[in-house]
């Protein structure tokens, strides 16, 4: 299980300045990437500091929380070279001197490992950064390191627990050890609000960058299927996979997806036949006015909202209502939901073995399939799988052809377009409103995009988000407006007071 190393940093933590790191605390808490980036052309703040502020509260509070599975080695040394270049006004992009961790499955071609959470993969490094990752970078932004996950993106163990992973151990809700961390992109999203960096990027295949930002009091977007590359991200499933930011606010995922998102058909991967090209999407940072809004209140999906639910509902449509907002409830039919969900898993396991054996042969990992892994785990079950690993084994084992699977994605998505299509046309709405990811094995088989952002939290201290939804793809910069304008309006982000 992994010991961060902090032996690269020891003689910068050694002579930390001790006043700066406690300002930094403070700046911390409000400030967007637009705020430090204006910090870093006045000459108040450097990218040096920030990434050594970041890695000082990781030493302190991560033990606890195993959120980082592993640090960039070399990340005060990428500091120091872009302080230098902001020093001779030779600044590389939007996100210059930003620091940014990934999920541990986004392969970097650096020092860090891309191991999924696995031990089967503890000593795989890519041979390149996969492209959002050269996006990243050449926009100026510092990779801190990779973040705890849950071990396959949620598809080894129908037993295991959310942000549980070998190679990382548990994940933990900074608000209390008790509380869910939900999906599996739960190590972004608990550094994301423990402020161990600027932002994060995460993967979704459903819901699992909207479950955990939600389940921790964060903002994040899946964006249209697409629109964000998959390459040498380990895979789920081809037609449902996609990466996505988290952070602190809808202003910096609007700034992440502009620097992430497809930039040309020829950059695009085989997984993103639909790439939306790029656009900046900080058009979406400017006022959206609520009053007029029509909002398509989601219920039913077979996730009915439990009197908690219900509850924070209640509030957060309150405070929409006197915003000038009019919203109605829309019920799915359940017979739908049922028909989708059992076409999306179908899909989702015939698709898994082939796009991991082909991530494993392209990026010269130590196995070379499925079968492996699952070999490598049975070995030595107690510490490798200690809740099994009855997903892979339906993974691998999934008997569906090519030409099967090309069709139940068009149904899928089909189906999952048409309810989302109707739910909206039937009464006009601008955009569906749900709470957490009830609403994800819809709005994830459409491929359309989700915003959720931190609507407080419930009696047991549990934070939750509303999460809206686009009503058709390539709706990112309309879902990211309206959520900015919701955010503005609630003004309900909450930082853990962490121990």
């Avoid at 686009?470 to 309006?489: P, S, W, Y």
């Amino acid at each position: 299980m992994r010991e961060l190393d902090f032996t690269p940093f020891s003689v910068a933590i050694q002579a930390a300045d001790t006043i700066l790191m406690a300002s930094l605390e403070e700046l911390t808490l409000q400030t967007t990437i637009t705020d430090l980036r204006e910090q870093f052309k006045q000459g108040l703040l450097s990218s040096f500091s920030l990434t050594l502020f970041y890695l000082l509260r990781i030493q302190k509070y991560d033990t606890r929380l195993r959120s980082i599975i592993e640090l960039n080695p070399d990340a005060l040394t990428e500091a120091t070279r872009l302080d230098e270049l902001s020093r001779r006004d030779m600044e590389e992009g939007l996100l210059h001197g930003i620091p940014v961790l990934l999920k541990d499955n986004i392969a970097t071609g650096d020092r860090l490992h891309n191991t999924a959470g696995s031990l089967a993969l503890r000593h795989h490094r890519a041979p390149d950064d996969a492209l959002l990752v050269k996006q990243l970078r050449s926009a100026g932004a510092l990779i801190l390191g990779k973040t705890n996950m849950s071990e396959w993106a949620f598809a080894m163990s129908s037993n295991a627990p959310s942000g549980y992973s070998a190679r990382g151990g548990q994940v933990v809700n900074p608000f209390a050890r008790e509380l869910e961390v939900a999906g599996s992109s739960t190590g972004s999203a608990v550094a994301v609000a423990a402020r161990f960096a600027v932002a994060a990027i995460g993967t979704e295949t459903a819901g699992s960058i909207i479950a955990p930002a939600s389940f921790n009091g964060v903002a994040g977007m899946r964006p249209t299927t697409g629109l964000v590359s998959n390459d040498r991200i380990i895979p789920v499933c081809s037609s449902l996979d996609s990466a996505g930011p988290i952070a602190r606010s809808v202003h910096d995922l609007t700034m992440l997806l502009t620097v992430i998102a497809t930039q040309s058909e020829q950059s695009a991967d085989s997984n993103t036949s639909h790439a939306q090209l790029a656009r900046s999407f900080t058009v979406s940072l400017k006022d959206k006015p609520l009053a007029g809004l029509r909002i398509a209140v989601i219920r039913g999906c077979l996730l009915n909202y439990s009197d908690t639910d219900e509850t924070l509902l209640g509030g957060l449509l309150k405070t929409l209502d006197s915003a000038g907002c009019r919203m109605i409830d829309v019920s799915i039919p359940d017979d739908k939901s049922a028909e989708l969900l059992a076409d999306r898993s179908d899909m989702l396991f015939s698709d898994m073995r082939n796009g991991i054996n082909a991530y494993l042969k392209h990026n010269h990992a130590p196995v070379s399939t499925l079968n492996d892994i699952i070999a490598f785990n049975k070995a030595d079950p107690k510490q490798r799988i200690p809740y099994g690993q009855d997903l892979l084994i339906r993974a691998q084992g999934c008997p569906m052809t090519s030409d099967e699977y090309a069709t139940l994605t068009a149904s899928t998505q089909t189906c999952a377009l048409g309810i989302i299509r109707n739910a909206a046309d039937t009464v006009d709405a601008d955009i569906l409103l749900s709470l957490d990811n009830h609403f994800s094995y819809v709005y994830s088989a459409a491929g359309v995009p989700a915003v959720t952002i931190p609507v407080g939290r419930d009696q047991s201290g549990q934070p939750h988000g509303a999460t809206l939804v686009g009503v058709d793809r390539k709706t990112d910069n309309e879902v990211l407006a309206i959520a900015r304008a919701v955010e503005k309006k609630l003004m309900l982000f909450e930082s853990p007071q962490l121990e």
